[in-house]
DNA sequence: CGATCAATTGAAGAACGTCAACGACCGTGG
DNA sequence: CCACGGTCGTTGACGTTCTTCAATTGATCG
């Protein structure tokens, strides 16, 4: 048996200056001399595709920024039932100054490495830099406005809406290829993860995908990419203004 | 015609020593120089029921804080279908530093008293205050915890349990009396308002009010208020766990 | 080449929305 | 004081959307 050398903490030796996140992670507002400070509480780890980050409840020893990779925030109900609440790209941050424990699961969509803060220590070093408090309630506002987009999309869109969201969103924030006439996106979700994501099931996100790509809007074919033919009928069938 | 006075900015003269507010909102961790600094730069403003705050892109000229009274949150598609997706009641803070507009609607549900900073000053008060940017964050935090509650909720939850679930949280944070047997609490919304926050239609909820109330677990006359028989019920009837 | 997991597709049903009618309540003005 | 209009809530019949259940196909990896 062999042990995933992906899940096992991994000390990497790369200065946050050189940091591919360095100006937009909790860090972006720091000067030289608290950049050093964070620098020697900082240690990074890895996780693989699918595992687990952190269980709800399970006491929080540290926070952290992604470098690289998605993770997902979920919650579920007592019966199984699962809605995704938020997305970790990289650059966001998991968990709060203050808290010892969180309210939702975190897993690892695609490979993901986090910058990890021991807690306490962090901790202290927000009390004594504005520029870490200021950088933190930015990133915490932003994601509260992600949050409400979501809250429209989950109470009061069409599946066929939810699904043309859901690529654009993609479109815009996921690096992507132009090919020809139509923009290539890596697709690192199943059709189940993005059920819970868009508060569907998996066969609707099936349906309106091959309904989306009957329309000559998206093409696939590949499970891991779509290209989206046709952006100006993916927005409007997105429901959203302008 | 007579002018509503509610609509009228008001200049109160109370301390904010003396303010009901006080150790909950924006200005919780400031101390007596800093809470002064405030005071320089505050006034109040009331608005009746049913009047729009502020409308989305409208220019942002001041923040704020809610003293009394429950303001929503709301967004809006093309077509009209609208989502609530947030209450402010009173602590809670209305705006954010650095940025110019919001992306929703602000609306009076009740009568609302707003505890105003323009915005210019506050931005630069809150650059010299730790105490208040990390106040700030906390409150983003917080909001940020109940909007995923909520996208689980709008993305997961049934009617029957959504209808459970708000009367939970309204038995929670309204004051409430008891009578006899039986929790009271104020409902200030209509059917119409409850649906936009619940991501349902009116006929819906106004179905499910009836349904709970025939299985004895709520009972309700009166339009103002509901009277919660079985609190056991209604959490099993919520859907969330312990 | 099987074994496994993801994705698709179909058929049936449930849950919720839509449309429409009606009734209760409330403030207003005659 | 009563009549009136408007808003809000209730209720029923019906339609649509999405879920559920089930079977099948397709892809990937030892």
Known sequence: MQINIMTLPILRDFKCSHCPIRHRAVCAHCDTDELQLLENIKSYRSFSAGESILWRGEPLDYVASVVTGVAALSKTLEDGRTQMVGLLL???????????????????????????????????????TPHLTQRLMELALDELDAARDWMLLLGRKTAREKIATFIEMLARRVHMEKDQDSLILPLSMTRDQIANFLGLTLETVSRQFNALKKDGIIDFSDRKFIAVKNIEALHAASGDDS
């Open 90 to 128: 990289p650059s966001d941050f998991m968990g709060r100054p203050g808290r010892k424990q969180i309210a939702f699961d975190v897993t690892a969509t695609t490979d993901v490495t986090l910058c990890c803060f021991d807690r306490k220590p962090f901790e202290k070093l927000v009390n004594d």
